[in-house]
């Protein structure tokens, strides 16, 4: 299917049921054919990965510097790929990671002394430890594992681009204005776990437009050989794709706490997904159906699976006698596994508690923090890196990394979220209501804490709402484009418009590639970028 034929009709849940719809038309209008070559499907989303890959790869170890949250995540990961839990690390450690010494560690008389307390869970720590086993311990290190995950994610938006346009070109296109996001590309080159919790919230999100899928392709089968009388419908099965949706937002919650908003958001979607899906039939009692035949399971998948992730998250802190509020001796002074297995449990959730104490207690001014209503227009972008050398053939250089967004995308991304809102109430389409709730997952929270906690945060803390923003540009440059029986000069039009922003997207990251990627630049070429007095 081309990109003019966008957006297809198969959303629009009939009013009163297809009794007069074929079998045919009721399995196209519920899981409408996807684009014709399967091979393009997969080479286009790869080539468009494999270039965000190099851009992200390039002058990866560049700058050789612990940047900004850096030094905390590097020597945490360290410590748990040596010993499974985090340690305290001896003064200067910095400076002996990037001088090449691995042992940075304090030694102690006491196993407890040694214990760090540390406030977010350990996966995505797990996952730079690794790049840092492969590599060594320094900042290609220790960037690795972001890199990589940051290039995946283009893959894996552009698929799911794809799947919910039925247009290789769209998601295509997804997956290259991802790959041009300043955000996104610093974020991808810093060992921080922001990016871990954008990937896994993605890919659940991805796994769930998939469950989607298959679980209507299912009622348009059994449509075909239902029974008259039917008030529920059939069960669907073990839903695999929806317990992979709650296995990576597991792996979300268990990189940072801040997953289970889209935990949350995503368990509901899922769920009105049935109820449409049901209704679509002709169900006579499609909610009740959905809630005898779905929702139990959706509960599990979705709910009870993202929390024992998490816990398995910890099992480097329960089989080790070296982590924060361990009480290893108590555990195991009472001679049986359940007596073990109940004292960790009650040591760990005290663990969190105090987690939690910290988070809404974390209210300390940064000179780099933003509130969440800032985000959107780009008004507080953190400085992760800056000095001024004097090797640029100028009076006066500049070197640094600045984690801003490209304004082309974010500020289209605003207009574009703006046009999901008007699409949405009037056609009910699934694609704008589901950025739209992903949106609002990411975004709307943090406006609690910071009216009501007053909490330190920033710009960075937005990157998983950046692949739903760039869906909701995706989804109205299809809209300006039309469908295939649409007048060819509205196609024309809306297709100059689409590539337009596109190439204005293209220039505005090259233009800030300079203060995003650490090139030394003469200070006039980066005072040039800033685009805001708020910049600096």
């Known amino acids: ?172 296109l997804a997956g290259f204005l991802l790959s041009l996001d300043g955000l996104h590309f610093v974020l991808s080159r810093t060992a921080l776990l922001d990016i871990f919790v954008m990937f896994w919230v993605l890919t659940g999100f991805a796994c769930l437009v998939v469950d989607r899928d298959r679980m209507r392709e299912r009622l348009a089968v059994w449509y075909e050989s239902r029974e008259d009388g039917e008030e529920f419908g059939p069960r669907l099965g073990l839903r695999p ?80 006698d070296k982590g924060y509020g361990r009480d290893w001796a108590e555990a195991t002074s009472g001679g049986n596994p359940f007596y073990f297995v109940y004292k960790s449990l009650v040591s760990w959730f005290t663990y969190q508690s105090q987690v939690l104490g910290f988070h809404k207690g974390l209210d300390a001014t940064h000179p780099y923090q933003s509130q969440p209503w800032q985000w959107p227009l780009l008004l507080r972008p953190v400085a992760f890196f800056y000095e001024s050398p004097t090797n640029c053939g100028a009076s006066s250089c500049s070197w640094a990394v600045l984690g801003t967004g490209t304004p082309v995308i974010w500020f289209g991304a605003v207009a574009a979220l703006i046009a999901m809102i008007a699409w949405y109430v009037s056609t009910r389409d699934w694609r704008a209501g589901a950025v739209l709730l992903a949106y609002a997952a990411g975004w709307l929270p943090w406006f609690y804490f910071a ?51 596109v190439l204005l997207a293209l220039v505005n990251f090259w233009w800030l590639y300079p203060i995003l990627s650490a090139q030394i630049v003469p200070y006039d070429v980066w005072h040039a970028r800033m685009l805001f007095p708020s910049w600096i």
């Open 451 to 501: 009216i009501f906690n007053h909490r330190t945060m920033f710009l960075f803390y937005a990157l998983p709402m950046v692949p739903f923003m760039v869906l909701a540009i995706v989804l109205a440059c299809g809209l300006m484009i039309g469908r295939g029986d649409a007048r060819p000069a509205r196609r024309v039009v809306g297709t100059v418009f689409a590539g337009g922003f």
């Open 1 to 172: 299917m081309a990109v003019t034929d966008f957006p297809y009709q198969a959303f629009e849940e009939p009013d009163q049921g297809p009794s007069t719809a074929s079998q045919v038309s009721l399995r196209d209008r519920l899981v409408p054919p996807m684009p014709g070559s399967v091979w393009w499907g997969w080479i286009g989303p790869i080539v468009v990965a494999v270039f965000g890959a190099v851009l992200r790869f390039t002058r990866l170890g560049t700058p050789h510097s612990v940047v900004f949250d850096e030094t905390y995540y590097a020597k945490d990961a360290w410590a748990i790929a040596k010993y499974g839990v985090e340690r305290q690390f001896v003064d200067g450690a910095d400076k002996l990671m990037l001088s090449g010494d691995t042992d940075i560690f304090k030694t102690c008389q006491a196993v407890e002394q040694c214990a760090n307390y540390v406030v977010h869970p350990p996966l995505g720590k797990w996952l730079i430890g690794l790049g840092e086993l492969i590599f060594g311990l320094d900042p290609f290190g220790w960037r690795f594992a972001t890199a990589l995950i940051g290039s995946l994610s283009i893959l894996i938006l552009a698929r799911v681009a794809r799947r919910m346009t039925r247009s290789t070109l769209l998601g295509c």
């Open 241 to 320: 794709w929806r317990l992979a949706a709650g296995l990576c937002l597991g792996a979300a919650l268990a990189s940072k706490w801040t997953a289970v908003f889209f935990i949350i958001g995503f368990l509901l979607l899922t769920i009105f997904w049935d109820f449409g899906a049901r209704r679509a039939v002709g169900l006579r009692r499609p909610y009740a159906g959905s809630f005898v035949r779905d929702v139990p399971l959706a509960a599990g998948w979705m709910a009870v699976v993202p929390g024992l992730v998490y816990i398995l998250s910890f099992t480097g802190w329960f089989v080790s």
